[in-house]
């Protein structure tokens, strides 16, 4: 048996094994840690439950209900929306933009202690950093981060964008994680190994979020990146895409290799956090989709 | 027959029964998302497709526009979409080169029975979103009878020889413009009415231009049929 016991995964986590093992960010076993896999979640999977402040309760009470002790949390359930009718744009931009620069830290430890009270560690923080942000936002986003506990800021920010943040992942000693869709005809995009491989290099605190459902979509090689670049990535977003830019489906009515996925990361004891995600349709709960799949994935590794 | 207040009451039992038993939520079918099942079962399913392939998703179940995807409301494609003959092709093929972060994905496994029921309910989200927000649009005597007359003969009077007596409450006639009554009734599958081409071909067209009035289109043609 080569999958790890929660105990070997903790010492793990902090001595290391290996150089490799060091470059992982380091994660405390929860309750979703799974035959050697920590899984979290991406609540976007609850497809009912806007990601708004207003639902964050519920979605406390949905991920524990769903076993998950991890979680990606996404800005939008944190920050208050200043849209409303008859607010422009760009009104509602800037009020954004003062109230993340004049929140205090505290606000964010209110949040991580709703989550830590009900045993879920937010393991990274999801922005959207564009060039829309001024430096102070910036600073702001990634305070915050560290304020909400996360190891980690991650976005779907394209390499323009992303190498303006290496300066910033470097003051602040969080990661950046660089969260790739499939848009093949966009040279700024992240969406194949090679421009992971370019937006890699902007920093040594860049890790890949690698999104296998639509690096799959793409014609990526999810099980070759994984052992080319295992040291450099973070958590997997997992869920199933067909090839081609296909349609999202299911767990394993796609093409992502979601089973191998999960051996590798178990086999090979890396610290690569699988966070369920997935935009497939169903007529189910969002909880009780997020059952199912999660629980295609414990069999995966039973 | 008259129905007793025994009867009265078991069938509001009934129903009330029903409706919580539906609201209490069904294993399977997420009724707070999707809404509880239509009268309609065709329309039914083509919700359901309309789900079940995520298109809900990103273009929202009523069609609300949502982040980058389009905004299916107000898509000149979708308005000029019959059964599926512009929408099909374009779900089958995607959208891989886009300036979009996320490519629409292509759906090429469907069969022409599913695209036909996911086009069926963009187009009657589309309809019923349409309907609203004409319905609500503010000022009625803002319109220009030149430019309601001219609408009304490029679209209108190759059905319409005479606009008939229109005189009275602009909210009504506005009602009458965008639903028509004939729309409300019930469609037949009886063989003999399989050949009412007539009738079929006015819903269609009543329907598409539903999904194309502008308020401005509405409006004009309101000035010009009570001005006449």
């Known amino acids: 048996m080569t999958a790890l016991t929660r105990r070997d995964f903790g010492k793990c986590a902090l001595a290391g094994l290996t150089a490799s093992a060091l470059a992982q960010p380091a994660v405390t076993p929860n309750r979703s840690y799974i035959n050697g896999v920590q899984f979290g ?7 009912d439950l806007p990601m708004t402040q207003e639902n964050r309760p519920t979605l406390v009470k949905r991920l524990v209900q769903n076993g998950f002790g991890m979680v990606e949390l996404h800005a939008t359930w944190c920050e208050p929306r200043f849209d409303a009718p008859g607010v422009s744009a760009e009104v509602a931009r800037e009020k954004l933009r003062n109230w993340r620069v004049t929140t205090p830290a505290d606000y964010y430890r209110n949040i991580k202690k709703e989550f830590d009270d009900a045993g879920v560690t937010i393991f990274t923080y999801w922005v959207g950093i564009n060039e829309s942000y001024s430096d102070a936002e910036i600073d702001a986003t990634y305070e915050a981060a560290k304020a909400l506990g996360a190891k980690g800021a991650v976005g779907s920010q394209g390499l323009a964008v992303s190498e303006r943040l290496a300066p910033f992942t470097a ?11 499939d848009n093949l005809s966009d040279p700024d995009a992240l969406s194949n190994e090679a421009s992971f491989d370019k937006g890699l290099a902007y920093s040594p605190n860049f890790k890949a979020t690698l999104d296998v459902r639509h690096f799959t979509a793409g ?15 973070s958590s997997v977003h997992l869920g199933d895409r067909r090839k081609n830019n296909g349609r999202s489906a299911p767990f394993g009515e796609g093409d992502a290799p979601i089973i191998q996925i999960l051996r590798l990361i178990r086999d090979n004891r890396w610290t690569i956090v699988a966070l369920l995600e997935f935009e497939h349709g169903t007529l189910r709960t969002g909880v009780e989709e997020v059952q199912l799949m999660f629980d295609y994935c414990k069999r995966a590794l039973a | 027959m008259t129905v007793s207040y025994y009867q009265a009451v078991c ?14 939520g069904t294993p399977g079918y997420d009724i707070n998302y999707i809404g509880l099942p239509m009268a309609d079962p065709i329309l039914q399913h083509s919700k359901e ?7 809900s998703y990103c273009h929202g179940l009523h069609l609300e526009s949502r982040g980058e995807a389009t905004d299916l409301m107000h898509s000149r494609l979708v308005g000029r979409d019959e059964n599926a003959n512009l929408i099909g092709p374009l779900l089958r093929a995607g959208i891989p080169q886009t300036a979009k972060l996320s490519p629409m994905p292509q759906f090429s496994d469907l069969s022409d029975q599913q695209i036909s029921a996911i086009a069926m309910w963009i187009h009657y989200a589309r309809q019923q979103g349409r309907y609203k927000e004409l319905s609500g649009a503010k000022d009625l005597s803002a319109g220009n009878a030149g430019a309601g007359k001219a609408y009304f003969e490029g679209k209108c009077s190759s059905c319409h020889s005479m606009p ?3 005189k009275g409450d602009p909210a009504a006639l506005r009602a009458r413009i965008l639903r028509p009554k004939f729309l409300d009734a019930a469609e037949s599958w009886q063989v003999e009415r399989l050949r009412d081409t007539k009738t079929a071909a006015a819903r269609q067209r009543h329907l598409a231009l539903l999904e194309n009035y502008s308020a401005d289109d509405v409006a004009n043609l309101i000035a010009y049929l009570i001005g006449k």
Request: glycine share 12%; net charge negative; proline share 2%.
């Open chain 1, 41 to 47: 979640l991406q609540p976007f999977c609850y497809h």
């Open chain 1, 171 to 181: 003051k602040h000693g969080i990661f950046t994680g660089l969260h790739n869709h």
């Open chain 1, 219 to 233: 014609n990526g090689d999810c099980i070759g990146f994984l052992e080319r670049h295992h040291e450099r990535v």
């Open chain 2, 11 to 24: 069938v509001a039992v009934l129903v009330a029964g029903s409706l919580w038993a539906q609201s209490a």
């Open chain 2, 49 to 55: 497709m309309y789900v079940l392939y995520g298109c």
């Open chain 2, 164 to 166: 008939g007596d229109w």
